[in-house]
């Protein structure tokens, strides 16, 4: 079942509505790239809507789960290569200008890894270079069968090293290397095969079984879910013995949980939890 225009609320609107914001009654907030005549590049104006959009998805206890869409023949074309070429005519040759876009980039992607709420990519088109890390950003992944990915700043001169960082956190070694090293296109079977997306599926069902997805998550406790997915990002950049004592900790703040209470009650009185998210 899709979205229905009769159950989503639009939130403000910003900056010509080049990202559009619809948050269902279920707690579903869809963010959709608009700016669909630059390819939904990562442009100043679209790093700063999108993380502004996710730092405030993050406090706001009516959404509970956030999907990432695009409209256009485009997911996400990465940056906006003639933005960043006219940066290059300061005196610095455009040394400051891209610390700058890095800087903002790097934290639009670590903020939906720390954003408290599940974050699913809904893919169709092709993702490239910053799009296709912004697609490795999140914390799942749906593509079109139709939809491409790749990492093709090898073909002119500039390796993709920072979509390298979350790609080579998504898929094997040899594969993320393959796509940065080749900067091939990856079709969406490849890429699930891969691991860089959970599912590819014909793109009439994409909206569909996104919103699948995005309800059964959006069904479970937000705190439980956000407990979770901190702990989850945490753990895997630990050592064995660290991570087992540091999820260890975790399970027993979570078992004193209020949720974590009512949801084992639930289940032995074999009845619907009813959460209360804390």
């Known amino acids: 079942m899709s979205i229905e225009a009769s159950t989503a609320t639009p939130l403000m609107s910003r900056s010509a509505d080049i990202l559009l914001r619809d948050l269902s009654t279920d707690g579903i907030l869809r963010l959709t790239l608009n700016d669909v005549a630059r390819r939904n ?37 990465g940056h906006d290569l ?4 006219t940066g290059r005519k300061a005196p610095d040759r455009g040394r400051a200008y891209f610390t700058k876009v890095m800087v903002q980039c790097s934290g639009v992607m670590q903020g939906i890894v720390n954003c408290p709420k599940p974050v699913i990519a809904e893919v169709t088109g092709v993702a490239t270079a910053a799009g296709c890390q912004l697609v ?34 998504n898929t094997a070694n040899k594969h993320a290397m393959e796509m940065l090293l080749t900067g091939d296109m990856l079709p969406a079977a490849r890429a699930a095969e891969i ?84």
């Not at 003639?82 to 070429?85: A, P, Q, V």
């Not at 490795?136 to 390298?164: N, Q, R, Y």
């Open 41 to 77: 590049a990562l442009s100043e104006a679209m790093l700063s809507e999108l993380g502004t959009a996710i730092a405030e998805a993050g406090q706001d206890r009516s959404v509970r789960v956030i999907v990432l869409a695009a409209n256009g023949p485009a997911f996400c074309a």
């Open 136 to 169: 490795a950003s999140c914390d799942l992944a749906l593509a079109a069968e139709s939809a491409k990915f790749s990492t093709p700043g090898v073909h002119i001169g500039l390796f993709c090293s920072t979509p390298m960082v979350a790609l080579s956190r």
């Open 195 to 278: 691991g860089l997306v959970n599912y590819a599926v014909p793109e009439a069902e994409l909206t569909s079984a996104t919103m699948d997805v995005a309800r059964k998550i959006a069904s479970k406790s937000s705190m439980t879910l956000a407990t979770g997915k901190r702990a989850f990002y945490a753990q895997r950049e630990m050592p064995l013995a660290e991570a087992y004592d540091y999820a260890s900790q975790v399970m027993v703040e979570n078992m004193l949980a209020e949720d974590a209470e009512e949801g084992i009650g639930a289940f032995i009185e074999k009845r619907a939890p009813r959460w209360q998210d804390r």
């Open 82 to 85: 003639k933005e960043m070429t």
